[in-house]
């Protein structure tokens, strides 16, 4: 992906804001458009989505860092495409966990696209994510915390599943 820049300074803004490694938007850039928002009181309904990449560390471990690169680059490009119109910003907020901050759109229609993308990523086969989302109209701290608190109950259900399935 080939990036053009208007001038050095938005050049130097898109760089602060960007992951270098996926291409989509950055924690800084999170925190950035959270504290622009939370200026505007008249916002409406808006929801934060988090994803993690499950087992990463042993991708990393087992295949190497560049296979773990590939993936989280494929992770991207999937959650993008899924969350691709405009009401729909993608970050990675860290190592192997990205965030789907929406702006008016609805629990149902959040659990109708994390559906798609689970589709999405059962057919490609070899990539799984744990999952938790929440909806907030200005606190988007308590609604991350509620995410962060869903995801981490789905990453320790889908252990517990896969321990069960083993010990048989």
Known sequence: ????????ADMWHK??????LTGVYNRNAYNLYIDEKKKDSKEGLRGIILLDVDDFKLINDTKGHLVGDAVLKNVAQIVSEV???PKYKVFRIGGDE?????EGVSEKKII???IALKKRFNSEGNISLSKGYSTFKDNPEVAF???DE?????KLSRKLRSSSTESK
């Not at 760089?15 to 270098?20: E, K, S, V, Y």
């Open 1 to 8: 992906m080939k990036i053009k820049y208007v001038d050095e």
């Open 145 to 147: 915390k509620y995410a």
């Open 112 to 114: 109708e696209r994390l």
């Open 83 to 85: 969350f691709s119109e």
């Open 15 to 20: 760089l602060a804001i960007t992951d270098d």
């Open 98 to 102: 990205f965030l789907v901050l929406t």
């Open 150 to 154: 869903m995801l981490y109950a789905d």
